[in-house]
């Protein structure tokens, strides 16, 4: 197999790699020797989310990054991402990606061990195959969602947990939306009795909480269109939406509702799930992969000559008794200035904190205080600003919509974007490597969350 140092502070050329030849390596002006603590490993980078990790550097973190895949258009879309940072013209980034191509990428991968973290965004099949080999092989694992995409592969999960931990090593996955403001301040202002009392707990008609996404195959990522492999739309790859987009939503109703508490599966209730399709014309899936044809593994999914992708899902639940409802649905292009959307709804026993992203916030996540309960709208408003005042944020403002809802309007210093939320998750994982060990409520909560978004899909597929 051919081994290439690739240094991407020029223009991204990426010919030399592929499978056959012998090693070889190109080397040019290197900075002083240092050493790092941590460095990078991407495996079989399928994912645009493998680059984000990458957008920004890290002082801990050596800017050689080994890449192990196998030959295929995937991987060069990454480089090509990376070079993008290198070479952009506010603060570029100075990685050096050290690539390795050939059908035994990931054997040479556990081999070589030429790092110390393996970053895992890609292909969703082999993920928990990737996570228990790499995580027995005494590497640390950060994973983009979801971890794993079927109920089979639950047990390998947990037991990678076990291992994890005796080894000494940490496996945690990328929960960029816990870094969102909005939600942030409804999580924050949801643990203020004076405000929000206290958390209801629903019925199965109306949930306690609601966290409704809606996501879109056509996209703009780092400022250039998204091509996404068609893989992407086999949904034995990718995994059905109601076990992929939805971990964070599931993700958010834990750590929201429980903050740092510790979770098991005999907390959850699955009630019911349901699974729907989204049907991609032939047109639109050229327009997003570049494929004239639907590829011969994704005839089976291929009816009325629309491809029918199970990218939708439902479902409602209890979590140590309060009753939640997760939902996810993809389209194929988000509306003109719009993109992806989230809206978010916990009812307490004094009001509602309600997140909405659609055109009337000009597509800007949110957060609205409804059903004021108990007191006047004037007398809630001034202890809502007493509560906001004490917060860890300045120059938040109350704005008074009608009689009966206000809305929270947020500076916009504090409107990170989706993709810089990568490097913000990717820091707090590096401190936790430092500290070696993640918070004591995180690995029970990642398995629960897991065993909430299979226990639906298993269910919704048995309806």
């Not at 050493?35 to 495996?43: M, S």
């Not at 008074?400 to 947020?410: D, E, F, P, R």
């Amino acid at each position: 197999m051919k081994k290439t140092i690739v240094f991407l502070l020029s223009a991204f050329i990426l010919t030399s790699c592929g499978s056959g030849g012998s090693k070889e390596s190109a080397k040019t002006n290197a900075p002083m020797e240092k050493t790092y603590p941590v460095k990078l490993i991407t495996v079989d980078p399928g994912h645009f989310h493998a680059a984000l990790v990458q957008k920004s550097m890290y002082d801990q973190v050596s800017p050689d990054v080994h890449v192990y895949a196998p030959e295929s258009p995937d991987y060069k879309q990454h480089l090509g991402r990376i070079t993008s940072y290198n070479s952009r013209t506010v603060n570029p980034t100075s990685w050096n990606e050290i690539v390795y191509t050939g059908p035994d990428f990931f054997e040479k991968m556990i081999s070589e061990k030429a790092g110390n973290v393996v970053v895992l965004s890609g292909n969703n099949k082999k993920k928990a195959e990737y996570i228990t080999k790499s995580i027995n092989a005494g590497l640390n694992v950060l994973a983009d969602k979801p971890m794993i995409i079927s109920p089979d592969d639950f047990p390998a999960l947990q037991a990678a947990f076990v291992t994890a931990k005796e080894k000494g090593v940490l496996l945690y996955d990328i929960m960029t939306e816990r870094h969102e403001v909005t939600t942030i301040l409804q999580k924050l202002l949801s643990q203020k009795p004076e405000i929000f009392g206290t958390l209801t707990s629903g019925t199965k008609d109306e949930p306690a909480v609601t966290k409704i996404s809606v996501h879109h195959f056509s996209k703009i990522v780092s400022g250039t269109p998204l091509q996404r492999p068609a893989w992407f739309f086999d949904v034995q790859q990718q995994g059905e939406g109601i076990v992929d987009v939805t971990t964070h939503l599931v993700d958010l109703v834990q750590w929201e509702c429980f903050p740092e508490q510790i979770l098991s599966t005999a907390d959850i209730n699955m009630i019911s799930a349901k699974r729907w399709p989204t049907f991609i014309s032939k047109d639109e899936f050229k327009g997003v992969t570049g494929f004239d044809n639907f590829p011969d593994y994704l005839q089976k999914d291929v009816k009325d000559g629309k491809l029918n992708v199970f990218s939708n899902g439902e479902m409602v639940y209890q979590i140590k008794g309060v009753f939640a409802k997760v939902s996810v649905e993809w389209k194929f292009q988000a509306p003109p200035g719009g993109g992806d959307t989230h809206y978010s709804v916990m009812h307490g026993t004094k009001c509602d904190l309600i997140i909405k992203q659609g055109a009337d916030e000009k597509f800007l996540p949110t957060l609205y205080i409804e059903n004021v309960k108990g007191m006047a709208v004037n007398d809630f408003t001034s202890k809502l600003k007493e509560v906001i005042s004490a917060l860890p944020y300045d120059s938040i403002q109350i704005e008074s919509v009608n009689k009966t809802t206000l809305k929270i309007n947020v500076p916009a210093k504090y409107r990170i974007t989706h993709e810089e939320h990568f490097g913000q998750v990717t820091a707090d994982f590096l401190k936790y490597l430092k500290g070696g060990k993640l918070p004591e409520w995180e690995v029970p909560n990642m398995i629960t969350k897991y065993f909430t978004t299979t226990s639906a899909l298993k269910l919704a597929k048995e309806k």
